[in-house]
């Protein structure tokens, strides 16, 4: 796809498919309709009248242009109410258009969607969303299905039409939009790819292709034996069960001197999720193959940060192995000691992603970050608590809890914090060892959240739990790209 701004008049809008807004209950056109309106001698005005189209959030309806314009289908758009036009309402309408433009055989569109101005949204919002709607909507996995699956699409070339005054930052919105795009792209590829082909190699060999890709980005792969050196026994007691080797993969990004201290992004990389000894029941567990979006997530803001080379040094640390049971697995009772040299009783073998992001965190601790931010399918808990809708924050930091807050809203990816604390760490208590590796029942995506709270210290830190928001189930099956819009909120306005 090929994106653009224009400032052009939408009467002279060169293009097959003009969308244009309209608003419910009679409010009047908004003026880029309005003067297609009169060019077209009133015939918009008339179907609104008539009640053809009801001007709702996501009403689409599509005209054949006669004469008097350059362009060939005009795509009326309904905004809702204008009294009340919200970002939630502009979304709505912006994937209804995109949607009835990729059912025609129409190559170009232009949108007029972008020069309206929803409460909360600004010309680089309006933009960046759109693009990221664009590839949200355009999304499809075919890898795996042979034959010529991918149903060849005819679209080509959007444009995003703004005002003169409006170009500059509505610019700038598209080509972030694009960027983080395409890290989604990549992020819901990996996600949906299956245990059997996205191992823990297949994560190093796309994080090699992104360093490659860009000279601010390198990369170093440490094996099993290099873990063993470092004496990470809470990520090797994971990996204990499977004979697939693991991985543990550090990206650096460069884009300031290297004095500055970085953000480290560290991804939660268990390729698959069986439980180990405490094995899981069948039922979807097929979805444990989702257990890697926290790597995912970091892979794919990384393939952001190649594409914008923004400022700020940012470092993505990705511990990634699979969990599965055999005679060589850890059992239940079982105590490790972690890099940090706390000693971990493991009372459930399922509860494996804090282990490998326990030595991840004292991993990241080199590096002398301004901000950690681990990012986790980590507990079913979290679903129960916050359901798919907000991803779950927790951390030791006001200051850069609220930042990430902030930056979902911003970005419509919103998160939801859970409070820590001593009565929660409490629970994690073992007669055996420093800790228990679960909390019981009650809690438990604080108690997990607890758990790696015991491996930060000072440096300002945040968990993303996002066993809610990584992925959807149903007919719309497939991993979502959460919380990359978050995270590169935060990165750009770093
Ligand atoms: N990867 C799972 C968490 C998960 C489960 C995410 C279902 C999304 C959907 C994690 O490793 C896990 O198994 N957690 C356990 C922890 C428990 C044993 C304390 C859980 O949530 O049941
Ligand atoms: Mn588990
Ligand atoms: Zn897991």
């Not at 989604?184 to 090699?208: E, F, M, Y």
């Not at 990470?232 to 993969?249: D, N, Y």
């Not at 924050?393 to 911003?410: F, K, M």
């Amino acid at each position: 796809m090929e994106f653009h701004v224009s400032t052009a008049a939408a009467e002279k809008q060169r293009t097959a498919c003009l969308m244009l807004p309209v608003y419910s209950k009679g409010a009047a056109l908004p003026s880029a309709t309005r003067r297609v309106d009169r060019a077209i001698g009133g015939l918009i005005a008339e179907i609104m009248d008539a009640g053809d189209m009801q001007g709702d959030a996501g009403n689409t309806l599509l005209l054949p242009v006669a004469e008097g314009l350059p362009c060939k289908r005009i795509l009326l758009v309904g905004c809702g109410p204008k009294a009340d036009f919200s970002r939630k309402n502009y979304l709505t309408a912006v994937r209804a258009a995109f949607a009835a433009w990729r059912k025609t055989k129409l190559a170009t569109a232009a949108s007029y969607l972008t020069t309206e101005s929803p409460r909360g949204t600004d010309p680089y919002r309006r933009t960046r969303l759109a693009a990221e709607c664009w590839y949200d909507g355009a999304y499809r996995f075919t890898t795996m299905k042979s034959g010529d699956a991918d149903e060849a699409t005819s679209q080509q070339e959007l444009t995003l039409c703004v005002s003169d005054r409006q170009a500059a930052p509505a610019r700038k919105g598209l080509k972030h939009g694009i960027g983080i795009g395409e890290g989604i792209d990549l992020a819901k590829d990996l996600g949906n790819l299956p245990g059997n082909v996205c191992t823990p190699s297949h994560l190093a060999q796309v994080a090699r292709r992104i360093a490659k890709s860009n000279a601010k980005i390198t990369l170093e792969v440490l094996g099993e034996a290099e873990m063993r050196k470092l004496k990470m026994g809470a990520m090797l007691s994971v990996t204990a069960g499977t004979s697939e080797p693991a991985k543990f993969l550090v990206l650096r990004y460069k884009g300031s001197a290297a004095s500055k201290a970085p953000v480290v992004l560290v991804g939660k990389g268990i390729t698959f999720d069986a439980g180990g000894i405490s094995l899981k029941p069948p039922p979807q567990m097929d979805e444990m193959k989702y257990d890697m979006c926290g790597a995912a997530t970091v892979l794919g803001v990384f393939q952001a940060l190649a594409r914008l080379t923004p400022t700020g040094n940012v470092v993505g640390i990705i511990p990634s192995c699979e969990n599965l049971p055999s005679g060589t697995a850890t059992k239940p009772g079982d105590i490790v000691t972690s890099m940090s040299g706390k000693t971990i009783e493991i009372l459930n073998t399922d509860a494996e992603g804090r282990l490998i992001l326990c030595d991840a965190l004292t991993y990241a601790k080199r590096f002398k970050p301004s901000a950690m931010i681990d990012i986790a399918t980590l507990t079913g808990a979290c679903l129960i608590a916050l359901g798919r809708h907000r991803t779950g924050l927790l951390g030791n930091s006001d200051q850069l809890a609220n930042r990430l807050l902030t930056a979902g809203d911003r970005a419509s990816d919103e998160a939801w914090r859970l409070p820590l604390g001593d009565a929660y760490d409490a629970q994690l208590r073992s007669n055996f060892a420093d800790m228990a590796n679960i909390g019981g029942r009650e809690a438990g995506t604080i108690t997990a959240a607890c758990f790696l709270a015991r491996f930060v210290d000072e440096t300002p830190w945040v968990h993303l739990d996002i066993a809610g928001t990584a992925w959807r189930q149903g007919a719309r099956k497939g991993a979502t790209g959460r919380p990359i819009p978050l995270l590169m909120e935060y990165l750009l306005n770093h």
